[in-house]
C-alpha cells in the first residue's frame, strides 16, 4: 500500500472541497479506509472511514452531514467531500489505510498512511 492524498487548498468558510487518496500499488482494496485530520498542537482526530466494498461509512460527529466519504475501488481512490467548511475544519488531512476490511475511529487500527495534504479555512 502506498497512499498519496491531494486536493487540499485555501477555501473560505462556507465552501467546499474535495479530497482523493490514490493507492499507487492497488495492494488496498480489501481494506478499510479512512480519513484523519490535525490541527497545529493538537492530535490526529478521526474524521470519516469506509469499509472495504464502500458500503459501510462511519463519521466523527464533527463532520456529520457536512462531509462525505466515498470509494472508486476501479481507481483504487477514496475520497472526501467536504462540504459547509468551518474555520475549525483548518488541519492536514491524512488517509490511511486499516489492517481489517471495516474501518476504525481508531488510529492504531491504521498500518498505512498517505502524506497529508493542508485544508485552510478562513473565516
Known amino acids: 500500500v502506498q497512499l498519496q492524498a491531494c486536493g487540499g487548498g485555501l477555501v473560505q468558510a462556507g465552501g467546499s472541497l474535495r479530497l482523493s487518496c490514490t493507492d499507487s500499488?492497488?495492494?488496498?482494496?480489501?481494506?478499510?479506509m479512512a480519513w484523519f485530520r490535525q490541527a497545529p498542537g493538537k492530535e490526529r482526530e478521526f474524521v470519516a472511514g469506509?469499509?472495504?466494498?464502500?458500503?459501510?461509512?462511519i463519521y466523527a460527529d464533527s463532520v456529520e452531514g457536512r462531509f462525505t466519504i466515498s470509494r472508486d475501488s476501479a481507481k483504487n481512490t477514496v475520497y472526501l467531500q467536504m462540504n459547509s467548511l468551518e474555520p475549525e475544519d483548518t488541519a492536514v488531512y491524512y488517509c490511511?489505510?486499516?489492517?481489517?476490511?471495516?474501518?476504525?475511529?481508531?488510529?492504531?487500527?491504521?498500518?498505512?498512511w498517505g502524506q497529508g495534504t493542508l485544508v485552510t479555512v478562513s473565516s
Open positions: 469506509i469499509s472495504w466494498r464502500g458500503g459501510s461509512q
Open positions: 500499488r492497488r495492494t488496498s482494496s480489501n481494506n478499510g
Open positions: 490511511a489505510a486499516a489492517r481489517a476490511a471495516v474501518a476504525s475511529r481508531d488510529v492504531g487500527a491504521y498500518g498505512y
